[in-house]
């Protein structure tokens, strides 16, 4: 099963034909997972905390000032119990693993699902991100890595420039501004190359910083994802670019 880096987009994501469009496609073309794990930048606690085990626990609605509707959503996944336990499991021994039965999925989790997989027919579990640190990051993806050939499908869920403080039109077609753009195309092309290293070091190497990225946490789950794949200096497959509200909506798949 492969990885995936997602910009995830906030609730109004459903509103856009055309992320829809590309989200449904993507997962289509993807093999069916036999479970869904996901990192998403909505969730930061140290040490790593396993959330959304069990069926039913109810999501999160970490956002304001959205149509009522969009609190309304629901996405009833079956937990994953026995996925949780592999975490763990794959977790170093002088490092605790805690677990919150009560937390359910954020939206950078079950957004994007209601879109890539709206039957709410397969096992969803969430961890936590446990540092901004990109190479602890690409080091929990290579522990989760053996997942993958269970058919799992590991989901760094993020945003590729998320500078929100700086929008000045918020409209969903606005043009990007110069920080956003500029760094979404140095992304695309340090992926192209499989480099790495800058990537790790984008904070000082980025055009468009600190912009883009006024926090970090929205970039910090592509690492995950870069580790979990079975070589972090491939070239990245690059599913969907353009950019909704001027942010840049760039994401990837990984072998």
């Given at each position: 099963?492969?990885?995936?880096?997602?910009?995830?987009?906030?609730?109004?994501?459903?509103?856009?034909?055309?992320?829809?469009?590309?989200?449904?496609?993507?997962?289509?073309?993807?093999?069916?997972?036999?479970?869904?794990?996901?990192?998403?930048?909505?969730?930061?606690?140290?040490?790593?905390?396993?959330?959304?085990?069990?069926?039913?626990?109810?999501?999160?609605?970490?956002?304001?000032?959205?149509?009522?509707?969009?609190?309304?959503?629901?996405?009833?996944?079956?937990?994953?119990?026995?996925?949780?336990?592999q975490v763990?499991?794959?977790?170093?021994?002088?490092?605790?693993?805690?677990?919150?039965?009560?937390?359910?999925?954020?939206?950078?989790?079950?957004?994007?699902?209601?879109?890539?997989?709206?039957?709410?027919?397969?096992?969803?579990?969430?961890?936590?991100?446990?540092?901004?640190?990109?190479?602890?990051?690409?080091?929990?993806?290579?522990?989760?890595?053996?997942?993958?050939?269970?058919?799992?499908?590991?989901?760094?869920?993020?945003?590729t420039t998320?500078?929100?403080?700086?929008?000045?039109?918020?409209?969903?077609?606005?043009?990007?501004?110069?920080?956003?753009?500029?760094?979404?195309?140095?992304?695309?092309?340090?992926?192209?190359?499989?480099?790495?290293?800058?990537?790790?070091?984008?904070?000082?190497?980025?055009?468009?910083?600190?912009?883009?990225?006024?926090?970090?946490?929205?970039?910090?789950?592509?690492?995950?994802?870069?580790?979990?794949?079975?070589?972090?200096?491939?070239v990245a497959?690059?599913?969907?670019?353009?950019?909704?509200?001027?942010?840049?909506?760039?994401?990837?798949?990984?072998?």
């Amino acid at each position: 099963m492969p990885a995936i880096f997602l910009s995830h987009g906030a609730p109004p994501l459903v509103d856009s034909d055309r992320w829809v469009a590309e989200l449904s496609q993507w997962s289509a073309d993807l093999p069916r997972p036999t479970a869904i794990l996901v990192v998403s930048a909505h969730w930061e606690s140290a040490p790593l905390t396993i959330g959304a085990i069990e069926t039913g626990t109810p999501l999160v609605y970490d956002f304001g000032g959205f149509p009522q509707r969009f609190y309304e959503v629901t996405y009833r996944s079956p937990g994953a119990p026995d996925l949780a336990r592999q975490v763990a499991a794959l977790m170093p021994d002088n490092e605790p693993v805690y677990q919150d039965p009560r937390r359910g999925l954020d939206h950078g989790a079950y957004v994007p699902l209601t879109v890539m997989y709206p039957d709410a027919d397969v096992p969803v579990l969430q961890i936590s991100m446990p540092t901004l640190d990109p190479q602890r990051l690409l080091e929990l993806g290579r522990r989760l890595r053996p997942l993958r050939e269970q058919g799992v499908l590991i989901i760094g869920s993020g945003f590729t420039t998320h500078g929100l403080p700086f929008l000045r039109d918020p409209s969903p077609d606005a043009a990007a501004p110069g920080w956003s753009a500029e760094f979404d195309a140095w992304a695309g092309e340090r992926l192209a190359a499989g480099d790495v290293d800058a990537l790790v070091d984008f904070r000082a190497q980025a055009p468009g910083m600190p912009y883009a990225h006024p926090t970090v946490e929205h970039f910090a789950p592509l690492f995950v994802t870069l580790g979990a794949s079975s070589n972090p200096e491939q070239v990245a497959k690059q599913v969907i670019d353009g950019f909704w509200m001027g942010l840049a909506k760039r994401s990837i798949q990984v072998d």
